[in-house]
């Protein structure tokens, strides 16, 4: 069978868009509605949510799940007028019907970008499948160094000054099956100290995730970042 001009699929169908023409073509098609999953307190989804309030990241927050009812991040979200829900093992403890609530209540509110912020658990297969390549998360290191099952919170850290290292940093990255394991789309470097605690070093590492994760995500919103395929 003879393929269209320009080749095999639906671009072969119509006349190639020019730039000088449209301008926007390299910008997203739709505004990014972001989608947070989080577990405790949420200081990165109220950073996330001020740039928004602020103008700084052109974004609409469609809704906060998280696993934990008492989470910071819940407080956070109804402060800021987003559409709260509590979706845990408790309330749904069949894991494949966990996984088909979280999806059903991203797709109710039309999220287009799923954003992990400190979520403590796995994505299940069917928002992943969903979502494939519109998962991303923040990591208190720099991948792929010091990431992995089991690396979370403080561990990171006491990770990373039981090897010696001078400097950390934290990385925003596409988020696939594999802990940490996904394309990485922006990373923040942060000195290590002598006399550094876990804790000092926790510190110095949140507050450059405030701004790397509001940052990178603005430059998705305005299509400066193109997502890579997962
Ligand atoms: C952050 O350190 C982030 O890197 C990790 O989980 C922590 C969440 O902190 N994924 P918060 O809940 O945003 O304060």
Known sequence: MA?????????????????????????????LVLGFLASHGGSNLLAILTAIHEGRLPARPGIVVSNNSDAGALEHARRFGVPARHLSSHTHPDPGALDLAILAALEEHGVTLVVLAGYMR????????????????????????????????????????AAGVRESGCTVHLVTADYDQGPILAQARVPVRPGDTPETLQARVLEQEHKLYAETLGRIARGELALPEV
Do not use: E, T, W
């Not at 269209?4 to 073509?25: E, L, M, N, T």
């Open 3 to 31: 393929l269209p001009p320009g080749g095999p699929g639906r671009c072969g169908d119509f006349p190639p868009v020019s730039p000088a023409v449209s301008p926007d073509f390299a910008r997203p098609a739709r505004p």
């Open 122 to 161: 796995k994505l299940g297969p069917r928002v992943l499948a969903a979502y494939a390549g519109r998962v991303v998360n923040i990591h208190p290191a720099l991948l792929p160094a010091f990431g992995g099952q089991g690396m979370y919170g403080l561990r990171v850290h006491q990770a990373v000054l």
